[in-house]
């Protein structure tokens, strides 16, 4: 019987940790402080600038369509801003918060000027206290869990549009795995078929429509990296996880500095009190915050 509390439990940013560095999938996902109990993570300036930003937009969804640009959407960026200024933001100084708050500013007057499909009928998906989540596979006792960040509803095909909200500057490259993610949660927790799917660059206001994966594909893209997580915890409990979760450019050496990659790095820096970050405070999901000092 599936049982959620011993599932392994995947996500975009999880799974993208995976892909991208086995070590940093564990020291951000797995790893706890034993003085804490806390697992850790890393805030910095374009983190903060997304969170903020995140923040004001996906709220709009908890108002009336007709009534959602009627609010003082600056008024709210302000103070979502609050909660990302200084050090809990990762910034090293006021000018370098000054210079990513203004270009969230400039997100958030472009959407007042246009919001797009803000203004018309959205839906969320049901959840509680955790993230939208459900058995990608139960048999492997894997759960996929993420928030979609806005899913419009087309009245004239009675069906879905699922949009990604974009506060970088690069585009999303192809193989990501977050549109197919969103598909597989609207198709589980909701009845509705998904017929668009889109990205949506704040900064320069573009919104780009991308093809739509089949179920199936979908399916086996995110399955396929889920289950090599899954996998690969499974190994680290019989041999460890430092045999295991190693970096592809090989273990970091405090003593020279050198090794590891840019993603595990700074979690290696942490582990070993390196004078280059600094613990800011609790995050909102009970992780141990450092930030980079320059």
């Avoid at 090293?92 to 007042?112: C, D, H, P, Q, T």
């Amino acid at each position: 019987m599936a049982d959620k509390y011993s599932a392994v439990w995947v996500s975009h940013s999880s799974m993208g940790d995976f892909l991208k560095c086995p070590r940093l999938y564990y020291l951000h996902n797995m790893y706890k402080n034993p003085a804490t109990g806390h697992k850790m993570s890393i805030v910095n300036p374009h983190m903060a600038l997304g969170v903020a930003v995140h923040e004001v937009l996906e709220g709009l969804g908890d108002y009336p369509a007709d009534t959602r640009m009627s609010y003082d959407l600056l008024k709210k960026y302000e103070e979502a801003w609050k909660k990302v200024s200084g050090k809990m933001g990762g910034f090293n100084s006021l000018e370098e918060e000054n210079e990513f708050k203004a270009r969230g500013k400039k997100m958030i007057e472009n959407v007042i000027k246009d919001p797009k499909f803000l203004v018309k009928k959205c839906i969320k998906l049901k959840r509680d206290t955790m993230p939208c989540n459900y058995y990608i596979s139960e048999d492997h006792n894997i759960i996929l869990n993420g928030l979609v960040d806005w899913i419009e509803y087309l009245p004239e095909t009675d069906s879905l549009h699922i949009i990604d909200f974009k506060t970088g500057k690069n585009e999303e490259k192809d193989g990501s795995l977050q549109l197919p993610i969103y598909l597989l949660l609207c198709n589980a927790l909701q009845k509705r078929k998904v017929t668009r799917a889109s990205y949506w660059y704040l900064e320069s206001d573009k919104l780009v429509e991308v093809p739509l994966l089949d179920l199936e594909k979908a399916h086996k893209d995110v399955f396929d990296v889920a289950y090599k997580v899954k996998e690969a915890r499974k190994e680290a409990g019989r041999m460890g996880p430092e045999k295991v979760f190693v970096c592809p450019n090989g273990p970091y050496d405090p003593k020279t500095r050198e090794g590891g990659c840019q993603g595990c790095r700074p979690y290696e820096w942490i582990l070993n009190n390196d004078d280059c970050v600094e613990f800011v405070g609790v995050g909102g999901f009970g992780q141990d915050m450092y930030m980079v000092k320059k």
